[in-house]
């Protein structure tokens, strides 16, 4: 056990080049809830599930993409539909596509999207009911279901 007992995750953050612009892709595309700007911070709130998200306006001279880093991304849970209507719908918007996997082992099993927000944010939909020895359909071939 830690020395301090937390309570709970308050909100976290994604830093975003254009606040507009991702307003539009987290609210209108992906479908989380707008709860508002924060003033004049260049911070907007949004809500998913039971979870805070604050998208930060980066300032112009900090590196624009988190793409070469390959470890590091934001996960969200979907069920098996939403996860094939989110191929359909990332490739006719040409939202950037990383990769998709089929995880069978380790802690977060799953069928996992990997893809770019317009900031160039690696983000993750995962669909944990699918389970090893289930159809591997490739991301054309999702698009095309």
Same mark, same amino acid.
């Given at each position: 056990?830690?020395?301090? =007992? %937390?309570?709970? %995750?308050?909100?976290?953050?994604?830093?975003?080049?254009?606040?507009?612009?991702?307003? =539009?892709?987290?609210?209108?595309?992906?479908?989380?809830?707008?709860?508002?700007?924060?003033?004049?911070?260049?911070?907007? $709130?949004?809500?998913?599930?039971?979870?805070?998200?604050?998208? $930060?306006?980066?300032? #112009?001279?900090?590196? !624009?993409?988190?793409?070469?880093?390959?470890?590091?991304?934001?996960?969200?849970?979907?069920?098996?539909?939403?996860?094939?209507?989110? $191929? !359909?719908?990332?490739?006719?918007? =040409?939202? #950037? %596509?990383?990769?998709?996997?089929?995880?069978? !082992?380790?802690?977060?099993?799953?069928?996992?999207?990997?893809?770019?927000?317009?900031?160039?944010?690696?983000?993750?939909?995962?669909? #944990?009911?699918? !389970?090893?020895?289930?159809?591997? #359909?490739?991301?054309?071939?999702?698009?095309?279901?």
């Amino acid at each position: 056990m830690g020395l301090l =007992k %937390i309570e709970g %995750i308050t909100h976290w953050s994604i830093p975003v080049n254009n606040l507009g612009e991702s307003e =539009k892709f987290y609210g209108d595309l992906l479908g989380f809830n707008a709860r508002g700007r924060l003033g004049n911070s260049g911070m907007s $709130c949004f809500s998913v599930g039971d979870q805070n998200i604050l998208l $930060c306006e980066r300032a #112009p001279s900090v590196d !624009k993409s988190f793409a070469e880093e390959q470890n590091v991304h934001h996960s969200f849970t979907v069920t098996p539909e939403t996860l094939v209507q989110a $191929c !359909k719908i990332f490739h006719e918007r =040409k939202v #950037p %596509i990383d990769r998709l996997y089929y995880r069978a !082992k380790g802690y977060f099993t799953g069928r996992e999207l990997y893809f770019f927000d317009p900031s160039g944010n690696r983000l993750e939909l995962r669909d #944990p009911t699918w !389970k090893a020895g289930m159809p591997e #359909p490739t991301f054309e071939e999702l698009v095309q279901s």
